[in-house]
């Protein structure tokens, strides 16, 4: 007891007391009695916790503009995404909820476990939190937080308001596996902010728990990306008749993993000048095209004249170590630092995981964090993508296989089967190989090799290297065979059965020939391609600027790419080469097709 006129005096009558508050903690039959003073009293709690697309979606309408809940409808989650095992609920008292001053104190903060369900509700099990009789508390809580320790440290000086809303956190699911993805533990925050509880004198029970009947709304922090394609396409460019495409994959592309804020808020109006409302809405009340920015830590910095950010320390502070572009983003699929290796491509798409419910017909590619631009600052160095790995099975190819679908070659739009014979069409030469061992044996002198060299139209860096490789006494046997330099400084084996075998030898082959041919010359590895599509948020239906979130991933929603089309030949690697789709923005719970303009 703290307050003035409570002062015991007299050593009986304080050991008395201590021992009256001791039998009260130790045994659950003492009925204590209550405080009448402000300091806080161990009074119990018991919450819900509400997943809003737990069985409670309902399906959009015909017109959607973006991604958040207004006349959207909504996509149920699957089973693991909407579990809830526990929460952390942070108590305080302010007049304008979530949206108060920053220096607001935290008075208490509390762990729950969950219990069970209850008509769509996680109910948690009773637990004692020291607050104060006949007060209302405002509420924020955070399901399936974690144990990392941070806000106990976080704790230790006075927890403020501002340093939960602005907490970031950079796990926010749990992944295991290489192969086959398993996901759970899906971190939540406050969806609305305005749940407040009132306590009494009576919830001093776990009979009898303060917010027994009290909701509080939680979303996902992850956004999901969904795609749906057809068996087969056909290839509807004129310079590739019959050609067919299979997409067999896919990929997320600059995917966020720095972090994003415990909780959400967005601008004021469209102007990124750092005043912002949590949890407000990007949208009109009405619904419409997006007029407002969702903010991510980093959605202020990220412009073509910074490439210098500051990670979030253990304690979820921005505060940690300073990263160029790339150490905000999933090393593996960074596009502006992406490898130039198809093989490498190759093993990063996968089929994905085929969804249940409602997301049936749809296969998961993973998860992602917020990440949002502004219009202006748009670009491939930091919007997020997906990218698609596909077959293209060229019709009436000379020398190209369909069933075995080896490694074919493109040169200014062209296409070849091997290498051997680009050279020989460039060349007008029916047995290319055959034919420079020829002339090579024709040879008296360098400047013979040179002037054969010379003569050769080469994409592939041959003739160069015929021209720079002049060392010592000249004989035949030193002049280095088109069939030698496939091998040895291209990494290029053609197997007659079963297709040209690239990166022999450690080589890439990819990047050599790009390099030679002034980057005319594509290499498709066991004819994989890739197209790209960069995910939009809300369209604002104008090719010619950037709306308002118009490239931007945000909480809570399911990204769903449905594959309409191929018009041509996609991209050796991901680069430009796109698609047609339907793009979907569900609110995890969705928006109805959206047509884009290819």
């Known amino acids: 007891m703290k307050h003035d006129k409570y002062k015991w005096l007299g050593s009986a009558l304080c050991l008395a007391l201590i021992l009256v508050m001791a039998s009260c903690s130790m045994s659950d039959d003492m009925e204590c009695p209550p405080d009448n003073g402000g300091e806080g009293q161990q009074v119990y709690v018991q919450l819900r916790l509400t997943v809003p697309s737990s069985g409670q979606g309902t399906r959009a309408g015909d017109t959607p503009e973006g991604g958040e809940e207004n006349n959207e409808g909504r996509e149920e989650g699957q089973e693991y995404e909407n579990t809830i095992s526990s929460a952390l609920v942070f108590f305080y008292r302010a007049d304008n909820n979530i949206n108060a001053d920053g220096s607001t104190p935290i008075d208490e903060y509390a762990s729950f476990t969950v219990s069970g369900m209850e008509n769509g509700n996680y109910v948690t099990n009773p637990v004692q939190v020291p607050l104060e009789f006949n007060t209302t508390y405002n509420l924020i809580a955070v399901a399936n937080p974690g144990n990392d320790g941070r806000w106990e440290r976080l704790a230790a000086d006075g927890l403020t308001l501002a340093e939960v809303r602005d907490n970031i956190s950079t796990q926010v699911w749990t ?57 087969e396409y056909t290839c509807n460019d004129p310079q590739y008749p019959g050609a067919r495409v299979v997409i067999n994959g896919a990929a997320i592309l600059n995917r966020f993993t720095a972090g994003s804020y415990l909780i959400k808020r967005v601008t004021i109006d469209n102007k990124l000048d750092g005043s912002v409302t949590y ?3 990007e949208e009109p009340a009405n619904g419409g095209m997006a007029t407002n920015y969702v903010i991510d830590p980093w959605t202020l910095t990220k412009n073509e004249s910074n490439n210098s950010f500051t990670l979030p320390d253990a304690d979820g502070r921005l505060a940690g170590t300073q990263v160029d572009a790339a150490g905000l983003y999933n090393s593996e699929t960074f596009l502006p630092k992406g490898s130039d290796d198809p093989a490498y491509w190759a093993g990063k798409c996968s089929s994905g995981t085929a969804m249940e419910g409602e997301g049936a017909g749809w296969y998961r590619v993973g998860y992602m964090l917020e990440n949002i631009t502004s219009s202006a600052n748009t670009s491939k160095d930091y919007n997020t993508g997906i990218v698609f790995k596909a077959e293209f099975i060229p019709d009436g190819l000379v020398g190209y296989d369909k069933e075995k679908k080896p490694t074919f070659f493109s040169y200014d739009g062209t296409l070849y089967a091997t290498l051997t014979g680009m050279m020989g069409a460039l060349n007008s030469q029916q047995d290319f190989a055959q034919y420079v061992e020829g002339r090579i044996k024709e040879c008296r002198s360098w400047a013979d090799v040179t002037a054969f060299a010379d003569k050769l139209n080469d994409p592939t860096g041959y003739a160069e290297y015929l021209r720079t490789n002049q060392n010592g006494y000249f004989t035949v046997d030193a002049v280095t065979t088109w069939t ?25 082959t990819r990047k050599l020939l790009y390099a030679s041919s002034g980057e005319r010359l594509r290499t498709y590895y066991n004819s994989q391609c890739y197209y790209v599509w960069w995910l939009r948020h809300s369209n604002n239906n104008d090719d010619t600027t950037n709306g308002v979130m118009e490239y931007a991933i945000v909480r809570n929603n399911i990204y769903k790419v449905n594959v309409t089309g191929v018009y041509s030949l996609g991209g050796d690697i991901p680069g430009d080469e796109e698609l047609r789709a339907n793009v979907y923005v569900k609110d995890w719970e969705g928006l109805d097709p959206e047509t884009l303009p290819m």
Request: hydrophobic fraction near 25%; proline fraction near 5%.
């Open 279 to 281: 949890l407000g809405d």
């Open 484 to 508: 030698k330099y496939l091998s040895t400084e291209l990494g290029v084996f053609e197997d007659p059965d079963n297709g040209p075998k690239i990166n022999q030898g450690e080589k890439n």
């Open 175 to 231: 992944e295991t596996g290489d192969v086959e993805k398993v996901y759970s533990n899906f971190m939540m925050s406050s969806e609305d902010g305005s749940e407040k509880l009132t306590v009494t004198d009576a919830n001093t029970s776990p009979d009898n728990p303060a917010g027994r009947n009290t909701s509080i709304y939680v979303e996902r922090i992850a956004a999901r990306l969904d795609y749906q394609v057809d068996n």
